[in-house]
């Protein structure tokens, strides 16, 4: 594990770059067939066809599944969420709420489920794919392992598990976990990077 910390007294601009690789590690329900029945003791004239009754078929469609949240924490958002589920409550111009649960389809692989300006003042942890900027005065931005974050961030502390394409700024620390992949540059105080990671950029040294 490589840690770099910049004394209080140390001189700003000092930078210095890290490299860490590592090899990663309906049920069908079968038609119910409801016979038909003649009577067949009755003359030709006076035959009757009873109509059989229609045929039921049960489907099992099974539980809604959902995915699990792309931001977990409370943010401000100014973007557009594509959705692929189902969207519940009341919006209005007065104020409202909605729910939404989104499918567990991989309907937004392609793409960022996430694409705008977020910013937030305590913690919020990424769970998918967003792009844009992130921003937070004094927060903490936890991105986990299966994320992807395509944005530039400025935190106060970042804590790396995914996929960082962009610069970071992290006023008081970053920690960079043995499954992160960063492409870019990152700013901050004190820095410390787990074996196995992978980081391709420039880290300068900034003081408070």
């Known amino acids: 594990m490589l840690e770099v910390e910049l004394p209080r007294d140390g001189k700003a601009g000092q930078s210095g770059t890290a490299t860490a690789r590592a090899l990663y590690r ?3 329900a079968v038609p119910r067939s409801v016979s038909t029945e003649a009577e067949l ?3 030709p004239s006076s035959a009757r066809a009873k109509s059989a009754p229609p045929t039921r078929t049960s489907v ?3 539980r809604f599944q959902t995915r699990t949240p792309v931001i977990t924490g409370e943010v401000n958002y100014k973007g557009m969420l594509p959705i692929d589920g189902v969207v519940t409550g009341q919006l ?3 104020g409202g709420s909605l729910a939404v649960r989104q499918k567990s389809a991989t309907i937004f692989a392609s793409g960022p489920e996430l694409s705008g300006e977020i910013t937030f003042r305590d913690v919020v942890r990424v769970n998918g794919h967003i792009a844009g900027t992130v921003y937070s005065q004094g927060g903490t931005l936890m991105v986990d392992d299966t994320a992807r974050v395509d944005a530039n961030i400025e ?12 610069d970071i700024v992290a006023h008081q620390r970053v920690e960079i ?8 540059n990152i700013w901050t105080r004190s820095i410390a990077i787990k074996d196995g990671a992978e980081f391709e950029g420039v880290c300068t040294m900034i003081e408070d």
């Open 26 to 28: 309906q049920t069908h």
């Open 41 to 43: 003791n009755s003359p």
């Open 60 to 62: 099992d469609t099974g």
């Open 92 to 94: 209005g111009g007065s």
């Open 155 to 166: 935190v106060a502390v970042a804590v790396i598990n995914g996929t960082i394409n962009g």
């Open 177 to 184: 976990g043995p499954a992160a992949k960063i492409n870019g």
